[in-house]
DNA sequence: TTAGGGTTAG
């Protein structure tokens, strides 16, 4: 039979009823104990799948329960500290109304029982029948106390914990170092600062303000809530320092942007564990450092340490970022040769894995193969069908999700956004709302994403007024795309009013401004932010950054600033260039007059100059009436236009804009000996949070007929006027 | 009775 939480082996002593007696309870054999104990000990370490393999080659369940039973019939059925281990063995294994039972039968009880019965509920998340059995409890001291506010934070119900805090000091029960470290821990879990600092005149008067725990549990505070030098002096202060001591200075510097320190820390630290390992190599993982996060993982496996999941599913995480297929393959196997494919970080971060390396199939088949799945498994499938373009099966199967979070609901939105449909995303966030489901910084930066695709301006601003109702317009995620959402509908003000009150911003939040100032005509300012970005950030220019520079030189007039920033792509920022951006150049020169060092520029392009080039510097020689290159243009751009479907409609479009008449007329009159139709042009208009589109050649909207006669009408009263 | 580490969305 498996327990209501997790898979386990079933209760330890299936015993008859004995009757118990309370008088002669001698003490229980240091043998007996020591094999008790180390039951209880391989359950704990190995969880039950360890137990069970142990089982197999040693003795059967059976066997071991008839041994316990064999021991309690040795003492007069009936011993308080092997009851106590039994109840404690099955908790551990989960099975707790085995526990219960036994609990329940016990002719005397002590605080160890009643402990280990409290702990035990708590541990399962048995909320309500741990509270149930600690209020009846009479050994109501600090390690009880201590069980039941450890067991709310475990829980997650940290108001409840500091609750039974305060409760436990009216009742006058001082509390010892794992209380402080509980309290704290809610109070870090709370992200509450001030009511973390106010337990420490107690913890001072108490005298554990030199505990190794207590200092740990402050330090994660400080951390935790951006309090960087206060945990550095804790640190400090520190005489003692345990494993956890520095697992938790390793944050600290990560949390700082310095992973170099954070490696030297680890480098340097006077004891190293699994955690400790797992812990850096998740942090490089995190970071986007997945390099190192594999280089640290086979050098850990070079020294003989023994991996855990954590460490595997960090690795994973690398590859997969890496797409790393057959490494992936590789570290795949060892999990299954260990036996830890069951482990759901581990098997979704596999299936992750196989999705992101585009073996969808493959991820498909681990999915299945797994039997309790959580939501991450589900979450990791949905985003693997969308990132290849499965969009209709990650649908599919989000719909079956049992329970979904709210990743669950970001994934979906982001993989509507991600394919292009975004009137899905607006639909998708709207079944969230409904749902009853909270959107996030992560819903929030895609839905104004699909915005900012549609030039969506209405729909943004009312995003944003959500947005600031939940208190996190500037925040990294949210403020980029609010930036980038009013810079793309054309409200520049907006966007750089969001812009210039972010906190922090990394290069996808200047790409944005910088790009939003450029596209929208404000030269000047481009370069300015431009400018600035290089002297108060450590963010480097990428291509389209430089791309929205370049572009607003060749406005500006700034030819020669214009080709320093094109020769420093390459030789400073190692960035080559792409055809758009030797376009903006001979747009540049042709703009200013430099007509055959356009020409030149273009025949020294490292690859085929597309139309625009030519287009540009056909442009350039109508203003400065260079009829020679012009026409030498013009008999290439035909060329083009033959080679490419479409290539007619645009060179009809370069000659106009050129203000080529005769040239429009042939090319049209040329389109039309072919065969070939011009594509209908199409606007469309936002009314009321719908997108209205109108084609110029086919009256496709519904109420065009309407539309029609309310023009005449408006016609007819304006002549009337 | 406790503190440090892991997977999925942006």
């Given at each position: 039979m498996r327990g209501p939480t997790r898979s386990h082996a079933g209760p330890i002593a299936r015993r008859e009823k004995m009757a118990p007696t309370k008088e002669a309870m001698p003490a229980l054999p240091i043998s007996v104990s020591v094999r008790l104990r180390s039951w209880r000990m391989m359950?704990?370490?190995?969880?039950?799948?360890?137990?069970?393999?142990?089982?197999?080659?040693?003795?059967?369940?059976?066997?071991?329960s008839d041994e316990v039973d064999q021991i309690l019939k040795e003492f007069n059925g009936f011993n308080l500290v092997a009851h106590n281990f039994l109840i404690s063995a099955n908790v551990d294994c989960g099975s707790l109304d085995e526990a219960r039972r036994l609990f329940d039968e016990m002719p005397e009880r002590n605080e160890v029982s009643w402990t280990a019965l409290i702990s035990g509920f708590m541990k399962y998340g048995r909320v309500k029948e741990s509270i149930w059995y600690f209020q009846r409890n009479p050994f109501q001291n600090v390690i009880s106390w201590t069980a039941v506010i450890s067991g709310f934070v475990q829980n997650g119900l940290n108001f409840e914990a500091i609750k039974h805090f305060q409760r436990m000091l009216e009742s006058g029960v001082m509390p010892n170092n794992i209380t402080f470290t509980s309290v704290i821990r809610a109070c870090t879990d709370l992200g509450d600062f001030g009511l973390g600092m106010s337990v420490l005149p107690l913890i001072v008067k108490v005298g554990f303000e030199d505990n190794v725990s207590v200092s740990n549990s402050l330090i994660t505070l400080n951390l935790r809530v951006g309090e960087i030098e206060l945990a550095r002096r804790i640190f400090n202060q520190m005489e003692k320092?345990?494993?956890?001591?520095?697992?938790?200075?390793?944050?600290?510097?990560?949390?700082?942007?310095?992973?170099?320190?954070?490696?030297?820390?680890?480098?340097?630290?006077?004891e190293r564990n699994e955690v400790s390992c797992s812990a850096m190599i998740a942090r490089y993982s995190q970071s986007?450092?997945?390099?190192?996060?594999?280089?640290?993982?086979?050098?850990?496996?070079?020294?003989?340490?023994?991996?855990?999941?954590?460490?595997f599913s960090?690795?994973?995480?690398?590859?997969?970022?890496?797409?790393?297929?057959?490494?992936?393959?590789?570290?795949?196997?060892?999990?299954?040769?260990?036996?830890?494919?069951?482990?759901?970080?581990?098997?979704?971060?596999?299936?992750?894995?196989?999705?992101?390396?585009?073996?969808?199939?493959?991820?498909?088949?681990?999915?299945?193969?797994?039997?309790?799945?959580?939501?991450?498994?589900?979450?990791?499938?949905?985003?693997?069908?969308?990132?290849?373009?499965?969009?209709?099966?990650?649908?599919?199967?989000?719909?079956?999700?049992?329970?979904?979070?709210?990743?669950?609901?970001?994934?979906?939105?982001?993989?509507?956004?991600?394919?292009?449909?975004?009137?899905?995303?607006?639909?998708?966030?709207?079944?969230?709302?409904l749902s009853g489901e909270t959107p996030n910084k992560s819903t929030f930066s895609s839905v104004l994403c699909a915005c900012a695709s549609l030039a969506s301006l209405e729909k943004g601003k009312n995003l944003h007024g959500k947005v600031i109702k939940l208190g996190i317009q500037y925040d990294i995620f949210v403020g980029t795309a609010l930036t980038d959402m009013y810079a793309k509908s054309g409200d520049i003000e907006s966007s750089k009013w969001i812009f210039n009150r972010m906190p922090k911003k990394n290069e996808i939040t200047w790409t944005a401004m910088i790009q939003g100032l450029a596209e929208n005509g404000f030269?000047?300012?481009?370069?300015?932010?431009?400018?600035?970005?290089?002297?108060?950030?450590?963010?480097?220019?990428?291509?389209?950054?430089?791309?929205?520079?370049?572009?607003?030189?060749?406005?500006?007039?700034?030819?020669?600033?214009?080709?320093?920033?094109?020769?420093?792509?390459?030789?400073?920022?190692?960035?080559?260039?792409?055809?758009?951006?030797?376009?903006?150049?001979?747009?540049?020169?042709?703009?200013?007059?430099?007509l055959s060092e356009a020409e030149e520029f273009i025949k020294s392009m490292p690859f085929q100059p597309d139309a625009s080039a030519w287009a540009a510097l056909l442009s350039g020689c109508n203003t400065y009436a260079d009829e020679r290159i012009a026409e030498r243009t013009a008999k290439t751009l035909c060329k083009l236009a033959e080679k490419k479907s479409g290539g007619y409609v645009l060179l009809s479009n370069i000659y106009a804009s050129a203000g080529r008449w005769i040239d429009v007329l042939n090319t049209r009159k040329l389109m039309k000996e072919k065969g070939l139709k011009k594509s209908s042009g199409c606007s469309w208009v936002e009314v009321r949070n719908q997108v209205h589109l109108f084609n110029s050649q086919d009256g496709t909207h519904s109420q065009s007929a309407e539309m029609y006669e309310i023009l005449e009408l408006l016609k007819s009263e304006m002549l009337a006027l």
């Amino acid at each position: 039979m498996r327990g209501p939480t997790r898979s386990h082996a079933g209760p330890i002593a299936r015993r008859e009823k004995m009757a118990p007696t309370k008088e002669a309870m001698p003490a229980l054999p240091i043998s007996v104990s020591v094999r008790l104990r180390s039951w209880r000990m391989m359950a704990r370490s190995g969880g039950m799948e360890k137990v069970e393999k142990k089982q197999e080659k040693r003795e059967s369940h059976a066997r071991k329960s008839d041994e316990v039973d064999q021991i309690l019939k040795e003492f007069n059925g009936f011993n308080l500290v092997a009851h106590n281990f039994l109840i404690s063995a099955n908790v551990d294994c989960g099975s707790l109304d085995e526990a219960r039972r036994l609990f329940d039968e016990m002719p005397e009880r002590n605080e160890v029982s009643w402990t280990a019965l409290i702990s035990g509920f708590m541990k399962y998340g048995r909320v309500k029948e741990s509270i149930w059995y600690f209020q009846r409890n009479p050994f109501q001291n600090v390690i009880s106390w201590t069980a039941v506010i450890s067991g709310f934070v475990q829980n997650g119900l940290n108001f409840e914990a500091i609750k039974h805090f305060q409760r436990m000091l009216e009742s006058g029960v001082m509390p010892n170092n794992i209380t402080f470290t509980s309290v704290i821990r809610a109070c870090t879990d709370l992200g509450d600062f001030g009511l973390g600092m106010s337990v420490l005149p107690l913890i001072v008067k108490v005298g554990f303000e030199d505990n190794v725990s207590v200092s740990n549990s402050l330090i994660t505070l400080n951390l935790r809530v951006g309090e960087i030098e206060l945990a550095r002096r804790i640190f400090n202060q520190m005489e003692k320092r345990d494993v956890i001591t520095w697992t938790a200075i390793l944050d600290m510097y990560v949390e700082m942007g310095d992973l170099g320190e954070a490696r030297r820390i680890f480098d340097e630290m006077p004891e190293r564990n699994e955690v400790s390992c797992s812990a850096m190599i998740a942090r490089y993982s995190q970071s986007g450092n997945a390099e190192e996060a594999l280089e640290l993982f086979c050098q850990i496996m070079q020294d003989g340490f023994k991996p855990n999941t954590s460490c595997f599913s960090s690795v994973i995480k690398a590859l997969s970022s890496l797409k790393g297929l057959q490494a992936g393959k590789i570290i795949h196997g060892h999990v299954v040769k260990l036996g830890i494919e069951r482990d759901l970080y581990v098997s979704s971060s596999l299936i992750d894995l196989y999705c992101k390396c585009g073996k969808t199939e493959d991820g498909r088949l681990l999915f299945d193969s797994i039997w309790e799945k959580n939501v991450v498994c589900w979450n990791s499938m949905v985003s693997g069908y969308s990132l290849n373009g499965l969009i209709e099966e990650a649908r599919e199967l989000f719909d079956q999700i049992p329970k979904k979070n709210n990743v669950s609901w970001n994934t979906m939105v982001a993989g509507y956004l991600e394919n292009e449909q975004f009137d899905k995303v607006f639909e998708v966030f709207n079944e969230m709302l409904l749902s009853g489901e909270t959107p996030n910084k992560s819903t929030f930066s895609s839905v104004l994403c699909a915005c900012a695709s549609l030039a969506s301006l209405e729909k943004g601003k009312n995003l944003h007024g959500k947005v600031i109702k939940l208190g996190i317009q500037y925040d990294i995620f949210v403020g980029t795309a609010l930036t980038d959402m009013y810079a793309k509908s054309g409200d520049i003000e907006s966007s750089k009013w969001i812009f210039n009150r972010m906190p922090k911003k990394n290069e996808i939040t200047w790409t944005a401004m910088i790009q939003g100032l450029a596209e929208n005509g404000f030269a000047e300012e481009t370069l300015t932010l431009f400018d600035e970005m290089r002297r108060t950030s450590s963010v480097a220019p990428n291509e389209l950054i430089l791309s929205a520079v370049l572009f607003a030189c060749s406005h500006c007039g700034l030819i020669d600033k214009g080709l320093w920033y094109f020769n420093s792509m390459e030789k400073v920022y190692g960035i080559s260039p792409n055809e758009r951006n030797y376009s903006c150049v001979v747009d540049m020169l042709s703009r200013s007059g430099r007509l055959s060092e356009a020409e030149e520029f273009i025949k020294s392009m490292p690859f085929q100059p597309d139309a625009s080039a030519w287009a540009a510097l056909l442009s350039g020689c109508n203003t400065y009436a260079d009829e020679r290159i012009a026409e030498r243009t013009a008999k290439t751009l035909c060329k083009l236009a033959e080679k490419k479907s479409g290539g007619y409609v645009l060179l009809s479009n370069i000659y106009a804009s050129a203000g080529r008449w005769i040239d429009v007329l042939n090319t049209r009159k040329l389109m039309k000996e072919k065969g070939l139709k011009k594509s209908s042009g199409c606007s469309w208009v936002e009314v009321r949070n719908q997108v209205h589109l109108f084609n110029s050649q086919d009256g496709t909207h519904s109420q065009s007929a309407e539309m029609y006669e309310i023009l005449e009408l408006l016609k007819s009263e304006m002549l009337a006027l």
